[in-house]
């Protein structure tokens, strides 16, 4: 079992930066791959980002590719997400997630098991 709670979130002008932060408990966060997720209003959750258990390893979303940056620190049990040059269409409700399944590509909501409460981004332009 593993629970997370995120932070960091707010509004900032278009251009801006903005660290989230995914604290998680359970003695397996340090061997658990780990993903950040987005969600608009009547949208479905669209994959971010996602990095390897060892940080060996991230992928990104096309349009946040060289904007965003994942990162963890196994010592502390959080994952980071650097947002820079931030744009309106970057606002959602921003979630992470650990991985328990691999049926799918990295990128598919469906592997994750365990989501934090979400946090709320809004870039204003």
């Known amino acids: 079992q593993v629970h997370l709670v995120e932070s960091g979130g707010g509004l900032v002008q278009a251009g801006g930066s903005l660290r989230l932060s995914c604290a998680a408990s359970?003695?397996?966060?340090?061997?658990?791959?780990m993903g950040w997720f987005r969600q608009t209003p009547g949208k479905e959750r669209e994959f971010v980002a996602s990095?390897?258990?060892?940080?060996?390893?991230?992928f990104y979303t096309v349009s946040v590719k060289g904007r965003f940056t994942i990162s963890r620190d196994n010592d502390k049990n959080t994952v980071y997400l650097q947002m820079n040059s931030l744009k309106p269409e970057d606002t959602a409700v921003y979630y992470c997630?650990?991985?328990?399944?691999?049926?799918?590509?990295?990128?598919?909501?469906?592997?994750?098991?365990?989501w934090g409460q979400g946090t709320q981004v809004t870039v204003s332009s």
């Open positions: 997630a650990a991985r328990k399944y691999y049926r799918n590509n990295y990128n598919a909501p469906q592997d994750y098991a365990y």
């Open positions: 359970g003695r397996t966060f340090s061997s658990t791959d």
């Open positions: 990095i390897t258990w060892n940080g060996g390893s991230t």
